[in-house]
Nanobody, 130 residues
Framework: QVDLVESGGASAQVGGSLTLSCEAS????????MGWFRKIPGPDNEREPL?????????DYADSVKGRFTISWDTYKNIVYLQMNDLKVDDSRKYFC??????????????????????WGPGTQVEVAP
């Protein structure tokens, strides 16, 4: 069982920066790939993969955020970060942290957002004003 709690969501200006945190607790965290996602606008619960990191530090990013967002995992504190730079209005979304029991950073960052072996946090809201 893994529990995830996101924090750091806030209001920011276009061009600004925010860092989101995901505190993870549970057993065998090192066996998971950690990822950040955000909700796609609309009534459904569909989410867009953004970035993923494995315990050995391997990272991968969606093309939409590559170069602007940076994912990292402090394995001592069990916190996964998402550093977001050069924020845009379209970055205004609810952001979710997930732990994937099967896969790699590449499959989490570029594969389907859903998965039977994927665990989610409740999310944190980001608002970017013009």
């Amino acid at each position: 069982q893994v529990d995830l709690v996101e924090s750091g969501g806030a209001s920011a200006q276009v061009g600004g920066s925010l860092t989101l945190s995901c505190e993870a607790s549970g057993d065998n965290l090192s066996s998971y790939v950690m990822g950040w996602f955000r909700k796609i606008p609309g009534p459904d619960n569909e989410r867009e993969p953004l970035a993923a990191v494995s315990v050995d530090g391997t990272t991968d990013y969606a093309d939409s955020v590559k170069g602007r967002f940076t994912i990292s995992w402090d394995t001592y504190k069990n916190i996964v970060y998402l550093q977001m730079n050069d924020l845009k209005v379209d970055d205004s979304r609810k952001y979710f942290c997930a732990a994937e029991a099967k896969g790699t950073a590449q499959t989490v960052a570029h594969g389907p957002w859903w998965g039977k072996s994927r665990l989610w946090g409740p999310g944190t809201q980001v608002e970017v004003a013009p």
